[in-house]
Nanobody
Framework: QVQLAESGGGLVQPGGSLRLECGGP????????IGWYRQAPGDQRELVAL???????????KYTDSVKGRFTISRDRPKNTVYLQMDHLKPEDSAVYYC??????????WGQGPQVTVSS
């Protein structure tokens, strides 16, 4: 199974910022969804942010309530890369973060999951 390369995790103080980056799978043109998930120790993996691609117009975007106004998901189509800009980070944002690309044929691709730790 292909694991996608991610970068940008690390240790940051509360109130700080990080940007995660994830390159998409090769030779796939259409997707049903592109998102970021996270999993803290002892918790289930949860959806953080999701892009619902639109071929003819603006992509749809969804966020889980706890990150609205602080996190921004974006996509660079020519580079086939998705980003998660995380601002005003809180200790409860600490988790392993995974990107996920769901192809239009429902093949599912995940990133390897960099650790994000928010601590003073």
């Amino acid at each position: 199974q292909v694991q996608l390369a991610e970068s940008g995790g690390g240790l940051v103080q509360p109130g700080g910022s990080l940007r995660l980056e994830c390159g998409g799978p090769k030779n796939i043109d259409r997707y049903n969804g592109i998102g970021w998930y996270r999993q803290a120790p002892g918790d289930q993996r949860e959806l953080v942010a999701l892009i619902i691609p639109s071929e003819g117009g603006l992509d749809g975007v969804k966020y889980t309530d706890s990150v609205k106004g602080r996190f921004t998901i974006s996509r660079d189509r020519p580079k086939n890369t998705v980003y998660l800009q995380m601002d005003h980070l809180k200790p409860e944002d600490s988790a392993v973060y995974y990107c996920r690309w769901i192809a239009s044929d429902n093949r599912d691709f995940w990133g390897q999951g960099p650790q994000v730790t928010v601590s003073s």
